[in-house]
Nanobody, 116 residues
């Protein structure tokens, strides 16, 4: 099983980035997908979730700015991040949870830095 993130980088405040997480080795439609982030010295935070059926949820800190989506034909989940703030700086990691919660998998993470 592999979850491979891409799309991280450095951006100025107010900018946008789109993260991608490509999954392999799982039946993608049987998994709920999450994005987590962890900033230096802080606890890991659940940023956004999309269920196998497409229902989404967001942390209050990103509501209205971030959008999670999935393309089941490409086994890929996305995180569109707009109006980025310095406090969004973190390592963003993709997480897959099978709908019965018996199996979970993590990606390796991708760095997002928001700075002027």
């Amino acid at each position: 099983v592999q979850l491979v993130e891409s799309g991280g980088g450095s951006v100025q405040p107010g900018g946008s980035l789109r993260l991608s997480c490509a999954a392999s080795g799982i039946i993608f439609t049987n998994y709920n997908m999450d994005w987590y982030r962890q900033a230096p010295g802080k606890q890991r935070e659940l940023v956004a979730t999309i269920t196998s059926g497409g229902t989404t949820n967001y942390a209050d800190s990103v509501k209205g700015r971030f959008t999670i989506s999935r393309d089941n034909t490409k086994n890929t989940v996305y995180l569109q991040m707009n109006s980025l703030k310095p406090e969004d700086t973190a390592v963003y990691t993709c997480h897959a949870v099978r709908v019965d919660a018996l199996y979970t998998y993590w990606g390796q993470g991708t760095q997002v830095t928001v700075s002027s």
